[in-house]
C-alpha cells in the first residue's frame, strides 16, 4: 500500500502524508486564495479595514483599463498641479517632468512601478470627468468606488487616487485580494505588475524626447519563483502593506498582507504565505 494513503470502505484514498503548517506573520492582517476558485486558503483579520497605503493603485489601473475604446497610446500632457501634488505631500514620485506627453500606458507604468503619485494624478485627471481638475479628480475617485461595490468589496472606500487619505481611505486583505486576481485579468495590467523594470522614451515639452527609467518596488519579483506582481504600499498609518500573486505549475494564488512593520518583513510574510497556499492547493 502506498504511503499515506488510506483505506475506507475498501477504496484507496490517497491523502497527503501531513498537511502545511500554518504560518505565523508579522502583518496585522493577511489573506490568501486559490485564484482558480477564490478559495481561502489563509486568514489573519483579514477583513478588518486597515490604510492601504499605494495598493490603492490596483484600483486606479483597474479604473483605467475598464475604460471603453481606451487608447493606451494616447498622450497626456504632464501638468504643474502634479509635479506640486508631490512636492507638497513627500510622495512617491515617476518623476515626471511638466509640459512632457506621455502615454497612458506610460503613465500606468510610472504609476505600478516607482509607485508614482503624481501618474496617479494625471490619469485621475485624464479619466474623471468635469470642467474643473478637482471635479474631474471627484468623478475618478467615485468610478474607483463604484468598481469596488461591483467586485463586492464590501469593506472598502477609496477617497484618493493613489492612497494618501484624506482620511477615510481603508480596504482589507481580502477585498484587495479579490481586486488583484480581477485586475490580473486584464493581460495589460499582467504584463506591467510582473514587469521589473522599463526604459520609456517620452516626448518632451520642445518636441524631442527622453528616456524615463522606472523600477519596480515589489521586490518579490527577483525574490521568489513564479512571482507575476502586483502592489507595495506603505505609508504612516499604512506601515507596510503588500498585495502579491504568483504561478507555480499552472496554479496561480493571490493575497494580502497589510500592516507590517517593515518592508522586509511584508515580503517575508508574502513569501510564507505563497509557500503554504502553494502547499495548501
Not at 489601473?61 to 487608447?71: D, E, H, Y
Not at 481580502?174 to 506591467?192: E, G, V, W
Request: charged content about 20%; glycine content about 8%.
Amino acid at each position: 500500500m502506498t504511503s499515506g494513503a488510506l483505506v475506507v470502505g475498501g477504496a484507496l484514498n490517497t491523502a497527503p502524508a501531513h498537511a502545511a503548517t500554518k504560518p505565523t506573520i508579522n502583518a496585522k492582517g493577511g489573506f490568501i486564495m486559490n485564484n482558480a476558485n477564490g478559495k481561502s486558503l489563509y486568514t489573519k483579520y483579514a477583513d478588518t479595514k486597515r490604510a492601504t497605503g499605494s495598493t490603492t493603485k490596483m484600483m486606479t489601473a483597474k479604473v483605467v483599463l475598464s475604460q471603453k475604446n481606451l487608447n493606451l497610446d494616447a498622450k497626456v500632457t504632464v501638468q504643474k498641479a502634479y509635479s506640486d501634488y508631490i512636492v507638497s505631500k513627500g510622495a512617491s514620485s515617476a518623476r515626471l517632468i511638466v509640459g512632457d506627453k506621455v502615454t497612458v500606458r506610460q503613465l500606468l507604468y510610472g504609476l505600478m512601478l516607482p509607485s508614482g503619485c503624481d501618474a496617479a494624478y494625471a490619469l485621475a485627471d485624464k479619466f474623471g470627468t468635469g470642467s474643473t481638475r478637482a471635479a474631474r479628480v471627484k468623478s475618478f475617485i467615485a468610478k474607483m468606488n463604484s468598481t469596488a461595490k461591483s467586485l463586492g468589496m464590501t469593506n472598502t472606500k477609496f477617497d484618493s487616487f493613489d492612497g494618501i487619505s484624506n482620511g477615510s481611505n481603508y480596504s482589507t486583505p481580502r477585498d484587495l485580494t479579490k481586486l488583484a486576481s480581477n485586475a490580473l485579468k486584464s493581460s495589460t495590467f499582467r504584463s506591467i505588475v510582473k514587469t521589473k523594470s522599463t526604459k520609456q522614451k517620452v516626448t518632451t515639452k520642445s518636441g524631442g524626447y527622453r528616456y524615463m527609467n522606472w523600477s519596480n518596488t515589489n521586490s518579490l519579483l527577483s525574490e521568489y519563483s513564479g512571482t507575476i506582481g502586483v502592489k507595495t504600499g506603505s505609508g504612516s498609518q499604512a506601515k507596510y502593506c503588500l498585495v502579491f500573486a504568483a504561478t507555480r505549475n499552472g496554479k496561480t494564488v493571490v493575497g494580502a498582507v497589510l500592516t507590517a512593520s517593515s518592508a522586509a518583513n511584508r515580503t517575508s510574510d508574502a513569501k510564507k504565505l505563497l509557500n503554504y497556499g502553494f502547499a495548501s492547493l
